[in-house]
């Protein structure tokens, strides 16, 4: 039988303050079920959101205490594919050190891919990743020789947008983008005004005395994801508008920490710009990529498939993982990418996924053990 892995929430306690600046809010049953408050990371200590039923634009913030993620077994390997293969409808799989590392395709995925398909598996693809857009993940895809369509992908940069468009975000408000050309595109094709991105990467600040930066008061949401054009000032000009702007968002597209841009070794990603303004503006953003189920609801409500016919492949336990466990799916963890055996089966890992194996071409290899 396929063992589950449980992820248990011991408490969650809301609080007001008495400070304007600071409101902390009890939850309105009308926020998007992407919080994922039922099986919620320990990413999500507070968000902003607009809050139209209250008409208000201003910060609402959760804190969230004592949460802890508790493993009802040890991961184990993977020695059935078949079986693991047969329990499910759908696999949902990473991209970065699950299929590709950089530009180098894994060996056997496409055949992998190709199996899967031909025993009718529904497949969908989410990356972290938000210097493309949807379209352009599906050129990269057709450079690698993978039948992808674009329908299939699911992209952070995809996310922020729509996310946005779910609670409405006023179509005279701004965003301002401290990430690359995969989140502009997808904001323009939501219908969103933007500003920021790669175009302010060479955009200096000379400290002179006096001197006072300006910026648009219009900006209602500040987006952040990985950023090779990253800057002084980025983190200044996004600092104010969160700071200053009443009612700002400040969402980040995912808190990954490393990856692997290239096959060489990891890369410092998306979480070390993330961090740069939580630093600076003492305030946690709402994350809408993995392990958000944001992206896990929308997929489930796209494609109406049920979460418990879901296998979630990745090869990080805190973004993969614990989105395929926040959304109800069972996990498979892959050692090709950033997590070693060694990581997983540590003491103070506390994120088990149901099976672990080296990469997902074993699904060609391991078959049904012998009665």
Known sequence: MLSRTVVSVSAVSSTF?????????????????????????????????????????????????????KASAAAQPLTNAD?????????????????????????????TLDMLRSRGKRLVFVTNNSTKSRKQYGKKFESL?????????????????????????????????????????ELELAGFQYLGGPEDGG???ELKPGFLMEHDKDVGAVVVGFDRYFNYYK??????????????????????????????QEWAVGGSMVGAFVGSTLREPLVVGKPSTFMMDYLANKFRILKSQICMVGDRLDTDILFGQNGGCKTLLVLSGVTSLSMLQSPSNSIKPDFYTNKISDFLSLKASAV
């Open 145 to 185: 020789g993978l039948d992808v369509s674009e329908e299939e992908i699911f992209a952070s940069s995809f996310a922020a947008a729509t996310y946005l468009k779910s609670i409405d975000f006023p179509k005279d408000k701004k965003v301002y983008v401290v990430g690359e050309d995969g989140i502009l595109k």
């Open 17 to 69: 303050s008495t400070s304007p600046s600071r409101f902390l809010c009890k939850v309105n049953p009308t926020i998007p079920k992407f919080l994922g408050l039922e099986k919620l990371s320990h990413y999500f200590t507070n968000w902003t959101t607009w809050n139209k039923d209250l008409n208000l634009n201003r910060k609402c913030s959760t804190r969230m205490e004592n949460f802890t993620t």
């Open 83 to 111: 079986e693991l293969i047969g329990s499910v409808e759908t696999f949902i799989f990473d991209c970065d050190g699950v299929l590709w590392k950089g530009d180098k395709l894994i060996d056997g995925v496409p055949q």
């Open 235 to 264: 983190v200044q000009y996004g600092t104010l508008c969160i700071r200053e702007n009443p009612g700002c968002l400040f969402i980040a597209t995912n808190r990954d920490a490393v990856t692997h841009l290239t096959d060489a």
């Open 203 to 205: 955009k200096k600040i």
